[in-house]
Structure formats: C-alpha cells, structure tokens
C-alpha cells in the first residue's frame, strides 16, 4: 500500500513537469522557426560553453555557429538557394553537424542519406532528391565513386569533398571544401531571417525494407516542436547536460531527438561515428555524458558486457529512446543506475509520437498493460 501511496505522488510531480509542455503550440507557419534559429538563441546564450565534442574536436557554441556561417556563405555565393536540396552523404562526425547547420540558415533542403548505402540504393536516393549540390565525405569517397556514371550531379563543382583522416588527396572528381572556404566570413546570414516553419528542413530516408529507401519531409515546425517536447518531458535537460549520440545523424533519433533537443536546451553533445560497446562506459566517465539517446540493440549489447569499474557511479541519469526490451529496463535501472528512462514510439514518416512521460517502469510500445504515454 505504501509502496502505491509513493508512486501516487511522485507521478503527480511527473505532472506537474508536463503541464509546459501540454501549453507548447506549435510554431506558425510563417513563424521565423527552424534549427538554425533555435541554434542562434542558444549562440546568443551560451556563446563560450562547449556545443559539440568528437574525437578531438571541441567546439563552443561560438565556434561552431562561425564555422557553419562560413559554409552557409559559401554555399550561398555558390548558387545555394532558399529551398534548394543538397546531399549529405558523410559519417557522424563534427562536419556533418556543421553541415546541417549551415543548410538550415540558407533555408536549404539536406538530404540525409544513409551512409552504409551503395550501388543502386545510393544513386535511387541522390537521384530521387533532384538535388543541386552535393556534400561528400573522404570516409565515403569509394562509394560515391562507383556511382559517378549513374548520378545526377556530375561536375565537379558540384561535388564538395570533406577531408577526414587526410588518407587520400581530393578526387578528381570534386572539389576540396575546406581550401574553398573564406574563414572571415563567419556572421549570421541575413538569409536565415527569410526562413520559416513550414519550410523543408531536410529529407529523411526510410531504411527501404519494403523496397528502395523512401523520403520523409521534415518541416521545420516538426523538429522544433519535438526538440521541444523532448527536451523537457523526455530527458529534462537543461544548459548542465551533456548528450551521449552516437545513433547516426541521418535518422531522426539521432538528429531531431538527440542534437536537436541538445541544441534547444543550450546542453552539450558528445557525438560518435558507430556505437562502441567496450567504449561505452569509458567515454560516459571521461565526457560526464549525463543522457543518452538509445535504440534497444545498444541496450541490449551493453547488457551483455561484463561489469566494468566505469559503469559504477557513472553520471548517467537519463535515457531517451526505442526499442528497450523489459528484462533490460532493469539492467538500467538496476546495475546502472538511470533514473530516467522515456521509450518513445514514432516513425519518421510520422505526424506524432508518443512517449513514457511519467517514467513507468516497463513502459514499452508492445506492452498490453495500462500504459503513460504522451503523445507530442
């Protein structure tokens, strides 16, 4: 009965932290609303603080709003226009981050494409897109190759290539993106002012189980309305967090519910190219990652692991994700200590999404039982 009389209360403070979020609009749509402008907010902010950490890289939210500034400029004295479509094709890393950024001040459109795709996949997704430009990665360089012929974009003026491990020197067939840059022209772009909420953020791909990979359009209304309601019902973030991602950037976990929610909160990120179970543990305590955005195979490959010195009295408190099977919700809660932990159930192509906004135990999309889901 206690026990009954405890969970009464503290879902009643559950509440009480959701009533915000129930009074959330969504933003109009001719609303000066995007992720660049939720960026800039958090530039104006928290100008000095730490935005972005991977692998050696650290950005402050100044340097990194400078450094998209500077491709954003560069874009635009390139043709790059209000609404037009650009590839990105690079693995998570600090440029794909940049590169988001600096596309949304145009009020250009990213399209975000799987990075494990080649052959027929590939060029169904660049060529289906109708994009302008293209911006590869030098991690990528072999794959993007070996559909030249079947693209397209095809001069090379087109084709931007991003330098990574400096192991191969820029194809012929593209331009180096870095020597092109002008770095003194790092201000905000007086075109971001003409972007809105009902503008196209980016294309989404499906994984293409059911045949080729399909576009999902991403309003830009639609991820500030989610980086909103996740910020606040899922992890409770604030400016003192720091996100753990290293779910891809070119799927709506990672970008709108993982970076997106970081930038709106002013919090930080610590992002990776692939998941690393061994890793894991070891970067939570060297980068004090307070939250975590998950899908259940992550999970359930750190259940596996043998207890490491690193998982005790890690700073972890919160978890966001899909996919988290019962028996491991209690490796969480139990041997690693989260206190929060929200499961969420949505599809890209979606118009909502629901979560565990009271943070029930073993609330899971499948479960039968009476379940706490918000939906947003």
């Known amino acids: 009965m206690l026990s009954k009389v405890k969970e009464f209360f503290r879902v009643l403070g559950e509440f009480k ?5 129930l009074k959330y609009k969504f933003p109009l749509p001719d609303e000066a609303a995007s992720l660049a402008h939720s960026f800039e907010k958090s530039v104006a902010k928290y100008a000095d603080k730490n935005f972005l950490t991977f692998e050696e890289d650290e950005l402050s939210y100044d340097e990194a709003n400078k450094s998209a500034n500077v491709l954003a400029n560069f874009l635009s004295s390139e043709g790059v226009e209000h609404q037009d479509r650009v590839v990105l094709f690079m693995q998570n890393r600090t440029d794909y981050v940049i590169s988001l950024l600096a596309l949304n001040k145009i009020g250009a459109i990213g399209v975000l494409i799987n990075n494990s795709l080649t052959g027929a996949p590939l060029i169904h997704c660049i060529n289906s897109s109708d994009s302008k430009k293209c911006i590869v990665g030098e991690e990528l360089t072999h794959e993007l190759s070996d559909v030249l012929n079947d693209i397209n974009i095809k001069d090379k003026n087109d084709i931007y290539w991003v330098e990574d491990s400096k192991a191969i020197q820029t194809p012929e067939w593209a331009t180096n993106l870095r020597s092109s840059l002008d770095y003194s022209k790092n201000g905000n772009l007086v075109e971001t002012n003409n972007v809105t909420a ?10 293409g189980t059911t045949g080729v990979p399909k576009a999902a359009i991403f309003p830009n209304a639609k991820i500030v309305a989610a980086s909103f309601n996740i910020s606040n019902t899922g992890y409770r973030m604030t400016q003192e967090d720091r996100l753990y991602n290293c779910l891809p950037l070119y799927h709506s976990t990672g970008l709108m519910l993982g970076l997106a929610a970081v930038i709106h909160s002013g919090a930080s990120v610590f992002v990776r190219r692939k998941f690393s179970a061994s890793m894991f543990w070891k970067e939570v305590q ?14 359930r490959y750190l259940s596996f692991q043998e207890p490491c010195e690193e998982e005790k009295n890690n700073p972890l408190r919160a978890m966001v994700g899909n996919g988290l099977r019962p028996d491991l ?3 969480f809660r139990g041997r690693f200590g989260v206190e929060r932990i929200c499961e969420i159930y949505g599809a ?3 118009a909502c999404m629901f979560m565990n906004g009271l943070n029930k135990d073993k609330n899971y999309w499948n479960d039968e039982r009476d379940s706490s889901f918000a939906q947003i």
Request: glycine letters at 6%; proline letters at 3%.
């Open 348 to 350: 890209s192509e979606g």
């Open 17 to 21: 932290q959701i009533i915000p979020v």
């Open 329 to 331: 919700w209690d490796c």
């Open 286 to 299: 060297k980068y004090q990652t307070t939250t975590f955005i998950y899908v259940g195979e992550l999970c």
């Open 198 to 207: 009902k503008d196209t953020a980016f294309y989404i791909f499906t994984s």
